[in-house]
């Protein structure tokens, strides 16, 4: 009974570390469920990973004032979007082939880059 319990615990523990817990790499994100926080220069996390094929959102959410950073953009998705100051904004994205897709604002200081596998 102790074993059961003790396994079960383990199996909670890692269900908790994976889902919560486990961060791959600061600057990185594996699926389109969390929000890129725009600030400061820099889309966070700037490198998004999502699968082959399969539409997908993402969504953005703008802390900078300064227009710099209102547009973005995805050039070879023919996306151009303006995000609201301070709100999430969700941006649907169709279907893609592998490889990379650059997102970036209107004069490309903030920079990101989806990779598409
Ligand atoms: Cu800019």
Not at 66 to 75: D, F, L, R
Request: net charge negative.
């Amino acid at each position: 009974m102790l074993f059961t319990n003790l396994a079960g615990v383990a199996l909670i523990a890692l269900i908790v570390w994976w889902f919560w817990l486990y961060k791959p790499g600061e600057d990185a994100m594996n699926d389109s469920s969390s929000i890129i926080i725009v600030e400061s220069g820099t889309y966070q996390p700037s490198h998004i990973r999502l699968p082959a094929g399969q539409p997908a959102e993402l969504s953005f959410m703008r802390k900078d004032a300064s227009p710099c950073s209102e547009i973005v953009q995805i050039p070879e998705l023919e996306i151009s979007e303006s995000l609201p100051l301070n709100k999430t904004m969700t941006i649907h994205i169709p279907p893609m082939k592998k490889g990379e897709y650059e997102f970036h604002c209107q004069m490309q200081m903030y920079r990101g880059v989806i990779h598409v596998e």
